[in-house]
């Protein structure tokens, strides 16, 4: 890894160095280097989470169908069709942390949706993710857009670091709410004015996604925790 004060965390398991959310994101990032990763997160129609970006199929599994709607058995079975893709398989959030485990660090993003149940959405996650916070040399954070489910995995584990992924300014306040240990805020609100709203309420600030060298400079000379972004290696961060 380059030498940089910022934590680099690679977006969906780095989408530039390997495919997006699979196992061999992980093995590649861990080979790289890498100190962190971000993987993302949804449940299956019986409630197990699975490391995916999209309920759609359709966008990288080349497939009309919706996780939501398809059993962890049927999941299962699915394989990349073309590209970096082919014959690979979508894991689930288990198997992706016991590759992880002492060997990288890990942002887990849950996805929800509005409507849905965010307390038993944190409640499933977290009992994946609790087993591996034992003995680990490795920290696991859990990242979220919607304060209701980082509120919950609070309640559930008061000691479990959250990071709040915010787009808008409109809903940076909500952070006063739910008092998450880290904000993660997009580049298009990134400023000096959200950096001292961070800083007035002592927290560190994440952003994404970063993949051109001006905003990394920007990054740097406001002095950010840690950026998201797709292209590592380019940006000369691994």
Same mark, same amino acid.
């Given at each position: 890894?380059?030498?940089?004060?910022?934590?680099?965390?690679?977006?969906?398991?780095?989408?530039?160095?390997?495919?997006?959310?699979?196992?061999?994101?992980?093995?590649?990032?861990?080979?790289?280097?890498?100190?962190?990763?971000?993987?993302?997160?949804?449940? +299956? @129609?019986?409630?197990?989470?699975?490391?995916?970006?999209?309920?759609?199929?359709?966008?990288?599994?080349?497939?009309?169908?919706?996780?939501?709607?398809? !059993?962890? +058995?049927?999941?299962?079975?699915?394989?990349?069709?073309?590209?970096?893709?082919?014959?690979?398989?979508?894991? !689930?959030?288990?198997?992706?942390?016991?590759?992880?485990?002492?060997?990288?660090?890990?942002?887990?993003?849950?996805? +929800?949706?509005?409507?849905?149940?965010?307390?038993?959405?944190?409640?499933?996650?977290?009992?994946?993710?609790?087993?591996?916070?034992?003995?680990?040399?490795?920290?696991?954070?859990?990242?979220?857009?919607?304060?209701?489910?980082?509120?919950?995995?609070?309640?559930?584990?008061?000691?479990?670091? %959250?990071?709040?992924?915010?787009?808008? @300014?409109?809903?940076?306040?909500?952070?006063?709410?739910?008092?998450?240990?880290?904000?993660?805020?997009?580049?298009?609100?990134?400023?000096?004015? %959200?950096?001292?709203?961070?800083?007035?309420?002592?927290?560190?600030?994440?952003?994404?996604?970063?993949?051109?060298?001006?905003?990394?400079?920007?990054?740097?000379?406001? @002095?950010?925790?840690?950026?998201?972004?797709?292209?590592?290696?380019?940006?000369?961060?691994?």
């Amino acid at each position: 890894m380059k030498e940089d004060k910022i934590l680099v965390v690679p977006h969906r398991g780095g989408v530039s160095e390997a495919p997006e959310n699979t196992l061999e994101a992980i093995k590649i990032l861990i080979e790289k280097g890498a100190p962190f990763i971000e993987i993302d997160t949804r449940l +299956s @129609k019986d409630k197990v989470p699975f490391v995916i970006h999209d309920d759609s199929l359709s966008r990288v599994w080349e497939q009309e169908s919706l996780i939501s709607e398809m !059993t962890a +058995s049927e999941i299962q079975e699915i394989r990349g069709k073309s590209g970096a893709f082919k014959g690979l398989k979508i894991p !689930t959030l288990k198997e992706a942390l016991e590759l992880a485990h002492n060997k990288i660090g890990v942002m887990v993003e849950v996805k +929800s949706d509005e409507g849905l149940d965010h307390g038993f959405i944190a409640k499933q996650v977290m009992e994946v993710v609790t087993p591996f916070l034992k003995d680990s040399s490795t920290p696991i954070y859990i990242g979220c857009f919607y304060p209701q489910v980082l509120a919950h995995v609070k309640r559930l584990m008061p000691e479990m670091k %959250t990071v709040y992924i915010v787009l808008d @300014k409109v809903h940076l306040i909500y952070s006063d709410l739910i008092l998450p240990d880290f904000l993660a805020v997009n580049t298009c609100i990134f400023s000096e004015e %959200t950096m001292e709203f961070a800083r007035s309420r002592g927290l560190p600030v994440w952003v994404w996604v970063v993949n051109e060298k001006s905003e990394l400079e920007k990054c740097r000379e406001l @002095k950010v925790a840690g950026v998201f972004t797709d292209q590592p290696v380019a940006l000369g961060l691994l």
